[in-house]
């Protein structure tokens, strides 16, 4: 298999997953800390407030990072660690644990990928409207200043938000993730619209203060569909099916790339919202679409596709007895390749796999080690599709690895372990993965033995 020769091997990972010190040196509450009280709300009640415990271990965390050959390494800040409230005083203390990350990173030749937001929304801002407020989008432009003021002389590449589609569908849809609401239609497009301009004015900030040239991109949950046959009617239809909104559900690539990307919202999203649209000016438009250097995009399965008849598409069906993970989605590694494809022929960006990976069953064998066969194999055959979507000459940039170590999944607590590095959450201590080494050797060989 061929990568490009500049193409970047890295991994990613979430603060609210991983950080742990939830209450230490002056962070503020995120919404996790107070959705993960609530009774039956995560698995076995638990909570990110020791997780990884990654912020008084971080060191030794790049030291893996290091030994591992990794090039780039995705993590986000937490908001409320940096600025407590939200908006107003900043906890220096805060950011001075994501200044000695960067520079352990930059020491070990790794490119800090800062995501900004990855989900744990400050509380106070939460209970003062939260993504509903008029004022969301200002107090994410004011705390991405911050974060440009301080590390943007050694961070390059900025990533807004993480997977719009998950804190609001299931954050304020279907109450499933914190803060836990279950709002209507028009209240959820008020949140997207809102959500959207943060954005917006976050790249315009990054771009007007940053000291390093900027590469700004984005890490949205894409629904991508896979044809299920390779006859162009299928393949049509997939198409036709990753970026169409037939129901009132915000689970979409379109509805929120359309506007960043294109500038405005999808035809049919305008049809099938109809008044529970929010008002949307052509100055939010403008500030909305700003320009973007790649398109990221996080995927772990696709959805097969089938036309009809008619020139339409429907759902078609799966095998009998799929591969699943153990979060039970289905191993699709076409995914790679047909999302690649969809969205560059769409968005014309060079892109980036922002997250890939699955949950797995891992345990510490009687030798030791974690044998993960089921990873290494689920990462070799999508990275295989993402090469053949490279030779296809579709610009493909990078791959983040999802994820760097075992950490906190949500809903799931630590029952679901992701990582190339296995944690013993009760002793923090860290054991590489079979399937680390593995990666270690696609890193090392730039993909070329797949
Ligand atoms: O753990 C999550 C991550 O926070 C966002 N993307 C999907 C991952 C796996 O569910």
């Not at 939460?126 to 301080?150: H, N």
């Not at 190339?420 to 033995?449: H, Q």
Request: proline fraction near 6%; include cysteine.
């Amino acid at each position: 298999m061929q990568f490009p020769k500049d193409f970047i091997w890295g991994a990613a990972a979430a603060s609210y997953q991983i950080e742990g010190a939830a209450a230490e040196d002056g962070r503020g509450l995120c919404v996790w800390d107070m959705f993960s009280r609530q009774p039956g709300k995560v698995w076995r009640n638990q909570n990110g407030a020791t997780a990884c415990d990654h912020y008084h271990r971080f060191r030794e965390d790049v030291d893996l990072m290091a030994d591992l050959g990794l090039q780039a390494y995705r993590f986000s800040v937490s908001w409320p660690r940096v600025i407590p409230a939200g908006t107003g005083s900043i906890n220096q203390a805060g950011l001075d644990f994501y200044d000695k990350l960067v520079d352990a990173l930059l020491e070990k030749n790794i490119q800090p990928w800062l995501t900004l937001f990855h989900w744990d929304y400050p509380y106070e801002l939460y209970c003062r409207g939260g993504w509903l407020s008029p004022d969301s989008s200002d107090w994410f432009a004011d705390y991405t200043a911050v974060m440009v003021e301080r590390l943007s002389d050694r961070v390059q590449h900025w990533i807004p938000q993480n997977e719009p589609q998950c804190f609001l569908g299931l954050g304020h849809v279907t109450g499933n993730h914190a803060p836990g609401m279950k709002m209507g239609t028009a209240e959820a497009m008020l949140a997207v619209h809102n959500s959207l301009l943060a954005h917006g004015k976050a790249v315009q900030v990054i771009r007007a203060k940053a000291v390093l040239p900027p590469v700004i991109g984005t890490a949205p949950a894409g629904k991508v569909c896979i044809p299920r046959t390779a006859s162009a009617e299928d393949i049509a239809a997939a198409r036709q099916a990753t970026f169409s909104n037939t129901t009132k559900d915000i689970y979409s690539n379109s509805i929120f790339t359309d506007p960043l990307i294109l500038g405005h919202y999808p035809e049919d999203c305008i049809q099938v919202m109809g008044a529970d649209m929010p008002k949307v000016t052509e100055q939010d438009m403008r500030t909305i679409c700003q320009p973007l250097d790649f398109y990221g995009v996080n995927l772990y399965f696709g959805h097969w596709v089938e036309a009809t008849e008619h020139g339409g598409w429907q759902p078609a069906e799966s095998v009998i007895g799929p591969p699943l993970t153990t979060m039970e989605w289905e191993v699709s590694p076409a995914v790679l390749y047909w999302g690649a494809r969809f969205l560059h022929e769409r968005y014309k960006l060079p892109i980036v796999i922002t997250e890939n990976g699955m949950a797995n069953t891992d345990w510490i064998h009687l030798d030791g080690k974690v044998h993960d066969p089921q990873r290494i194999d689920y990462l070799h055959r999508h990275l295989r599709e993402f090469a053949r979507a490279s030779a296809e000459g579709i610009p493909c940039l990078g791959y983040m690895q999802w994820s760097i170590m075992d950490n906190f999944e949500w809903g799931h607590g630590y029952k679901q372990r992701f990582g190339l590095i296995y944690v013993d959450y009760e002793t923090g201590r860290r054991v590489p993965k079979d399937s680390y080494y593995w990666y270690r050797n696609v890193i090392k060989t730039n993909g070329t033995e797949l």
